[in-house]
């Protein structure tokens, strides 16, 4: 069987996880974020970087991995908790809702519709482009992409007289 690592780190920053989850408004933070405040919690020894982080949330870890797995589901449980919330304030709140659709939009990529899909009509044919972007930065480019203002140059026909088509001994 393959040696698992530091199952002890896994174990302690999970447990801490734990508690920030449970403890912390954690609707607006970010991965870094996330990491921050775990890890100001627990001794040097303890911590993790960000990449470590990334890699857990990816799932990259053993199959029999207790720890690896409890941290997906308290990841996934979380994101669960945010949308929930986001989807009571938007139901209770009859005259603001739009705002906690915006926020939903942001954080969730598959509740905005308009990263997901673009319709596009060229020569009247109609295609449907489904487009995701994991991270804002990736979705700045996209939309940068889609909504480009763009100036059509119609081409033009260059005349060329006789003369020009002269054979001449040009020195290059």
Not at 51 to 58: G, I, M, R, V, Y
Not at 69 to 87: C, P
Request: glycine letters at 2%; hydrophobic letters at 40%; one cysteine or more.
């Amino acid at each position: 069987m393959k040696k698992l690592g530091r199952p002890f780190k896994q174990d302690n920053w999970i447990k801490e996880l734990e508690n920030v989850l449970n403890n912390e408004n954690i609707l607006f933070l970010s991965d870094s974020d996330l990491v921050f405040l775990v890890n100001k919690n627990l001794d040097e020894a303890d911590r993790i970087c960000k990449s470590t982080f990334e890699k857990w949330k990816a799932g990259k870890h053993h199959k029999d991995d207790v720890a690896g797995e409890k941290f997906i589901e308290l990841v996934h449980h979380a994101l669960i908790k945010q949308k929930q919330f986001l989807s009571k304030k938007m139901i209770d709140d009859d005259k603001n809702w739009q705002r906690y659709a915006w926020i939903m939009e942001r954080k969730f990529a598959e509740w905005n519709l308009k990263r997901i899909s673009e319709n596009i009509n060229r020569n009247e044919q109609s295609a449907i482009i489904q487009i995701t972007a994991s991270t804002d930065e990736q979705a700045k480019l996209i939309d940068n992409i889609i909504n480009i203002d763009f100036e059509e140059i119609k081409p033009i026909r260059i005349l060329i007289s006789s003369d020009d088509n002269k054979d001449e001994n040009y020195n290059f």
